[in-house]
Every structure is written in C-alpha cells, then in structure tokens.
T-cell receptor, first 116, second 116 residues
Framework: ETGVTQTPRHLVMGMTNKKSLKCEQHLGHNAMYWYKQSAKKPLELMFVYNFKEQTENNSVPSRFSPECPNSSHLFLHLHTLQPEDSALYLC???????????????FGPGTRLTVT | AQKITQTQPGMFVQEKEAVTLDCTYDTSDPSYGLFWYKQPSSGEMIFLIYQGSYDQQNATEGRYSLNFQKARKSANLVISASQLGDSAMYFCAMRAGNTGGFKTIFGAGTRLFVKA
C-alpha cells in the first residue's frame, strides 16, 4: 500500500475553472515533488519542496501554483489551464540519506487531469 | 548536461524467462544515483531498485538486479523469472549528488509485455 495519497484521482475542468490537487504523504519524508506525465514524453519535474521550502521550479507556467503548508502536504492550484495541460500529475516524496542525499522517491497514484 | 536514454520503446518476454531492459546515462558528476521504477497501467510509479555510483557491487532486490557498468555508463535492469504482473512501463532515472539538487531525470521508458 502506497504511503502517498493523491486526490482527486480524476479531474475534468474547463479552461476558466480553478481547482486544486492534493497530495499527502505518511512516510515521514522531508521532500515532496510534483511531476507532469504527458503522453509520449518523459516524466517532467515541476516543483520540489524540501522542509516546506521550494527548492526547484522547473520553469513552470504561473497558471500552476504550488503550496506546501507542511512536510506532509502538498497542493497544486490550477487556474486558467490550457488543453495541453491535460496529463497525469504525480506527487512524490522522499527522504535524504548520506552526504550526497541521494534517495528514492515514493509516488502517489496520480491525478488524471483533462482540460476541456 | 545530464541525460538518461532508454532505447527500447517496447519489449516482449515469455513468462518465466529473464529479460534485460537497457539504460544508459550521462553525467559529469562523480556522485550519482541510478533508479528503476515500474509504472503499471494504474499510473502509480513504484520504486524497484537503486544503485549508487560508488557502490562496488551490483544492486539486487528479489527478482530485480541492476547490471551496473560504470565505464560504459549503463545501468540495465534484469528481471528474472518474468511474471504476468511484470507487464508495465519501466523507467530508468538518475540524480546527480553534487550538482543535481533535488532533480531526478527520467528516461522515456520501456513498455514490457509478458506473454503467457
């Protein structure tokens, strides 16, 4: 059973809507991530938070707005999206270990987003 | 620049046989980690195995082993005794320890089909 949950699992929204994706991890990790997975494209990192502080913003358009109120919760607020934003949005968490801090990530089941 | 290459878009294997999924990588960072993830049709990415750049031995986890050839910059995944439940997408990933921050880059993936 995964220690990372995501809601909703499916979302259909119009281009003028505002919605939010939620991610929660129960693993005691200190880093959380948002990824976008589009058809026929490699997984794209969007944002990284470490101890609630944003450490990576991979040139993501401002219509995607992340929020990390604590190390266990991560949100992705969506507004005025485009049809090309339709994708699977995956949340992940990780711990750090060792001096190099290289670690595996644990993923949630994803939110399948369709923008109409 | 860091890069992960998976050259096999799709692979077929007979149940109970072994299969090797190819992965090559490129980084100038001497400290890095290599990962394999499995993504079933349900969408969730499942961590399988990890290999650190300084590890002397190839990583093994149950039926999964990582054939790490550092000089050739390859990190192939070997699945022994394939099962029908192994049918999924498999992603190779890398994180550079000193220069990568929290960024993990993923390959394009290989879709594995296990035949009964």
């Amino acid at each position: 059973e995964t220690g990372v949950t995501q809601t909703p699992r499916h979302l259909v929204m119009g281009m003028t809507n505002k919605k939010s994706l939620k991610c929660e991890q129960h693993l005691g990790h200190n880093a959380m991530y948002w990824y976008k997975q589009s058809a026929k494209k490699p997984l794209e990192l969007m944002f990284v938070y470490n101890f609630k502080e944003q450490t990576e913003n991979n040139s993501v358009p401002s219509r995607f707005s992340p929020e990390c109120p604590n190390s266990s919760h991560l949100f992705l607020h969506l507004h005025t999206l485009q049809p090309e934003d339709s994708a699977l949005y995956l949340c992940a968490s990780s711990q750090t270990r060792g001096l190099a801090g290289i670690y595996e990530q644990y993923f949630g089941p994803g939110t399948r987003l369709t923008v109409t | 620049a860091q890069k992960i290459t998976q050259t096999q878009p799709g692979m077929f294997v007979q149940e109970k046989e072994a299969v090797t999924l190819d992965c090559t990588y490129d980084t100038s960072d001497p400290s890095y980690g290599l990962f394999w993830y499995k993504q079933p049709s349900s969408g969730e990415m499942i961590f399988l195995i990890y290999q650190g750049s300084y590890d002397q031995q190839n990583a093994t986890e149950g039926r999964y082993s990582l054939n790490f050839q550092k000089a050739r910059k390859s990190a192939n995944l070997v699945i022994s005794a394939s099962q029908l439940g192994d049918s999924a997408m498999y992603f190779c990933a890398m994180r550079a320890g000193n220069t990568g921050g929290f960024k993990t880059i993923f390959g394009a993936g290989t879709r594995l089909f296990v035949k009964a």
